[in-house]
């Protein structure tokens, strides 16, 4: 049997569409806790702020958005393990779980994606650099360690790193998916400005930064519309030319000149659709990204399968 290509295979074959955004859209289909409510449940459990544990109790909505995206023209599924590191899903309660949410997560995007798509495990930032600071990055490395291992034996082809604001954290990512030995596109997302990162980093040092700590494909992801993101893809290709592919999976919330992320924003969580971009712009980010020699191009929050299967054909025309 011909072993099918592997993500650097198809990246150099021509721009690869991946697919949506997966915990967002299943919080407004209900079956992710967004964390707004969780003052008034007080429950402690459920109280999980946008956590994947949808794998293990409702399986059904996960494999069928999978299939959605699928169908839209998606050529990479992403199993839904973001933020599913022990240490946040024992903040809601499903700690116990994370050996069984990364292994059912993995195994439900392998099923739909049989062979027509490839699986990538997707590794979060832990949110530890934000709540506790840079003293955490023993932890940090543990809980990125322990992810990727689970994700490793489950059987992805390939790993996104994805949603890290600090670019330490990132360096921390890349050094336990080298260990792995997968292959690893590496996305930071830009907050609270587009010009640099939570710890100061420009666009171009970070996709240097990712290149050099082996990343094969580097870019950004979440928080901006297209159209603001592709300044910072730019910036970022201008350094990495030629060594490594460029990949954005921008989020389909429109920003502001003077709040550029989405979730520095009052709309954030439960306004979401009053700023929702339309489809267009996804499929004009779709031509332009064909036309700009990027490699990888999905969509974040707020992408659902018809932004995917714009982009998809944006990509086409
Ligand atoms: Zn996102």
Known sequence: MAVPPSILDRVRQGIVVG??????????????????EREK???GRGSGQFT?????ENPDA??????????AGAQVLQALTFFATREKLSRAGFGAHTESINAAAVRLA??????????AGSVARTQLFERKGPSTAGHVRDLLAEQIQLLKAAGVDFLILETFFHLEEMMIGLECAAISGLPVMATMSFRPTTERCSDGHTPAECARRMADAGAALVGANCEQEPARMLPILFAMRSVVRDRVGIAAQPAAFRTTDQTPCFTKLSQFPDDL?????????????GRQARREGIGYVGGCCGCNAVYIRSLARGVRE
């Open 19 to 36: 697919d949506g955004g997966y915990l967002l859209e299943l919080e407004r289909r209900g079956y992710v806790d967004s964390g707004s």
């Open 110 to 119: 392998r099923e739909v994606a049989g062979t027509q798509a490839l699986v």
């Open 62 to 71: 996960l494999r069928g958005l999978h299939r959605e995206f699928l169908r």
């Open 52 to 56: 994947p544990e949808v794998a293990i």
């Open 273 to 285: 659709e009053t700023i929702q971009v339309s489809r267009r712009e996804f499929r004009e980010f």
């Open 41 to 43: 449940v007080g429950t």
